[in-house]
């Protein structure tokens, strides 16, 4: 017997399904074969790929917030023999990573307050994944100018700009003058974040909401335990031209619509009291085998920047650092294979496949002293799930920036997971810094 | 005269697909190929035919479900805001908060972060955000114990929900505390008070998205 299927959607002629038309084998065939086609593209059943919300047809984007950190952290030059000089530091240096289907405009707020008026605006810059400038820099509009005003002028608050992503991994860069033993009480990097731009949400095209009905009787409900390849099918045989309207064929075609709906919407069938599937399918899309993971991001993390914008490093040393941006710069003391946290990030994580995980932590950083600094450092993350194999910097085109990938980082679904991002050298040394890296920033992230 | 193509979101009633119940056209064609249209536009999220599509746009503007909570799909868990921090390790990093000034000693927060669009509803997913988030104890003995409060929505002069956090070594802190969420940005004050003599770090924190259907 064939499985009914459409290849894309047919629909029904309109008017095949007005009052006291025929009831034709065409759009009963049809609408068996639509509905097929739905079921495999949502749950990624009878060797379809499943729908990865990718856009064009691939399910709506999900458009997630990226990043929303809070730092906190003074943004003041020590002075003395090697850092002679105020300069521009890059404030923030991360890595972001975009889902398929969701470049383009982003919006960043970058709060570093200052009172130093225009001499202390922020700058943003994106740099591709050759670290080649894509965009800016440029500096940001200011969300507050007003507030607290000194005898520089008012307070200057949150920095806002649009700048334009590219899928995958690219970088992110802000950039503000930093002044010696600054006297300026607002010289801090307070929070940064980075969303979508929502030109477009809450816009209507006039169409109900979906979930009202004026059904009246008794609805049969969805399945609480839902394998419709063997449950629900419908067959060539069971639709044929001048064969029977089968209430066989009708009431399992009811019922699977009924059931993708609550699938599908997340909601419960209009006209009936209950959601079903709350039990043993509980809606988790994890409970088919074949389901799409899907690009996801989860956070974005600032560590410690501070690499000049002239490339000058953050600090003057890496062992007992005395001079430079000392709070705000992140970088091992030790030069040993024992594991070191650089942070840990507690997030509740999705409830996506853990066997074959697809959560990824980038980590982005800077060599001062030349590109070969990075070889013999690795970086790994674990939770209380497990342990990610540590992973080598990749040098990021020819500049002296690295993004150390680690892959298949385990996690618990459904539950909240500290992650702990570790570095360690791989041939260790004795304990003096001889190979200097700035670690500036990480990206969480699914990516199957 | 424009003909509309159909679509639908009812059901058959069980009365309507039994034995020997009379054919109505309408109500079978309308029902089924009906909702199967509209599945399909939620689904792929893009018109079933060339005509701009015959479901209503989910919350960010766009037609199909975004996952935002039904019936726009179930939501997908997920932080919304964080504090990254660390104990010990690389210098300096972001370090845990310290909280260490003896009984009664307040730290504050302040945590602002964009909501993704949602359907507004009571209970539904993006409804709230909820705090995770760990403490440790400062020195070698005794119990720390911490309340951590997140006030919102009308600042640290409206109501909060809170929990605790109490350890003799590293443990999470409870998650009882959430803050109510709206589309768009939102700002709120968490509060770390010391309840024992015994001091602690608090950190990492961070708010999460922690519900597939509804709280």
Not at chain 1, 50 to 56: D, V
Not at chain 1, 258 to 282: I, M
Not at chain 1, 374 to 386: E, K, L, Q
Request: charged fraction near 15%.
């Amino acid at each position: 017997m064939a499985r009914i299927k459409s290849t894309s959607f047919v629909g029904s002629p309109p008017r095949d399904v007005v009052a006291d038309a025929s009831i034709f084998r065409r759009w009963l065939r049809d609408a068996v074969g639509d509905t097929a086609l739905t079921y495999d593209k949502v749950t990624g059943e009878n060797t379809t790929t499943a729908i990865r919300h990718t856009g064009a047809g691939d399910g709506c984007q999900l458009r997630l917030p990226l990043a929303a950190q809070h730092i906190d952290v003074p943004i003041i030059l020590e002075g003395g023999a090697v850092v002679v000089g105020e300069e521009d530091f890059y404030v923030l240096a991360v890595p972001v990573w975009i889902a398929e289907g969701e470049a383009g405009p982003y919006r960043l707020t970058v709060t570093a307050p200052t009172s130093r008026g225009n001499t202390a605006t922020l700058k943003a810059e994106v740099r591709d994944s050759s670290w080649n400038v894509s965009y800016g820099p440029y500096p940001g509009t200011y969300e507050d100018d007003g507030g607290t005003v000194t005898v520089n002028g008012p307070v200057r608050e949150t920095a806002t700009w649009l700048v334009t992503l590219g899928e995958g991994l690219q970088y992110l860069c802000v950039s503000r003058t930093c002044y010696f033993a600054d006297a300026d009480p607002f010289a801090h990097l307070v929070c940064w974040s980075l969303d979508h731009d929502r030109s477009f949400s809450g816009e209507r095209n006039g169409v109900p909401q979906a979930g009202g009905s004026s059904v009246v009787g008794d609805v049969y409900p969805a399945s609480s335990t839902f394998t419709p390849s063997t449950d629900h099918d419908t067959y060539d045989e069971e639709v044929t031209v001048d064969g029977p309207l089968s209430s066989y064929v009708l009431t399992r075609l009811n019922r699977q619509l009924n059931t993708l709906w609550e699938y599908v919407t997340g909601a419960k069938l209009p006209g009936n009291n209950a959601y079903q599937c709350a039990t043993t399918w509980d809606n988790n899309r994890s409970s088919f085998a074949n389901d799409g993971l899907l690009d996801f991001p989860m956070a974005v993390v600032a560590l410690g920047s501070m690499i000049a914008v002239t490339g000058k490093p953050g600090v003057n040393s890496y062992t007992a650092p005395t001079e430079g941006l000392l709070d705000w710069v992140c970088f091992p003391q030790t030069q040993t294979t024992t594991n070191a946290n650089v942070t840990s990030a507690t997030m509740v994580c999705p409830s996506f496949a853990t066997g074959t995980s697809a959560l990824k932590c980038s980590v982005l950083l800077h060599t001062p002293n030349g590109a070969a600094d990075a070889a013999n450092w690795r970086f790994r993350v674990s939770s209380s799930a497990g342990t990610a194999t540590a992973v080598a910097p990749v040098q990021i085109g020819t500049s002296n920036m690295h993004i150390a990938t680690v892959t298949a980082v385990p996690f618990t679904a459904s539950s909240t997971n500290t992650l702990n991002v570790q570095v360690a050298h791989s041939v260790g040394g004795g304990g003096a810094v001889t190979e200097e890296i700035e670690i500036l920033g990480c990206a969480f992230y699914f990516e199957p | 005269m424009t003909i509309q193509r159909i679509v639908s979101t009812e059901p058959l009633t069980d009365a309507e697909v039994r034995s020997m119940a009379p054919a109505r056209a309408r109500r079978l064609a309308t029902s089924i190929a009906g909702r199967a249209r509209a599945l399909y536009e939620l689904t792929l999220g893009t018109p079933a035919y060339d005509d701009g599509g015959a479901t209503p746009l989910n919350p960010q503007g766009s037609l199909g479900i975004d996952r935002s909570g039904p019936p726009w799909g179930d939501a997908h868990l997920h932080p919304v805001w964080s504090y990254a921090a660390t104990l010990q390790g690389v210098y300096p990093g972001i370090r845990a908060i310290e909280v260490d000034g003896g009984i009664g000693t307040i730290i504050r927060l302040r945590a602002r972060w964009w909501c993704r669009p949602f359907q507004m509803a009571p209970s539904v997913p993006y409804s709230r955000a909820y705090l995770r988030g760990m403490i440790s104890r400062i020195g070698a003995s005794g119990t720390a114990t911490v309340t951590v409060r997140v006030y919102g929505p009308s600042g640290d002069r409206g109501p909060s929900t809170s929990t605790t956090g109490s350890t003799t070594g590293s443990d999470a802190i409870g998650t009882d505390a959430w803050t109510p969420m709206s589309p768009g940005w939102n700002e709120r004050i968490i509060e770390i008070e010391q309840t024992s003599t015994v001091g602690s770090y608090i950190g990492p924190l961070s708010l999460n998205q922690i519900a597939r259907r509804s709280h």
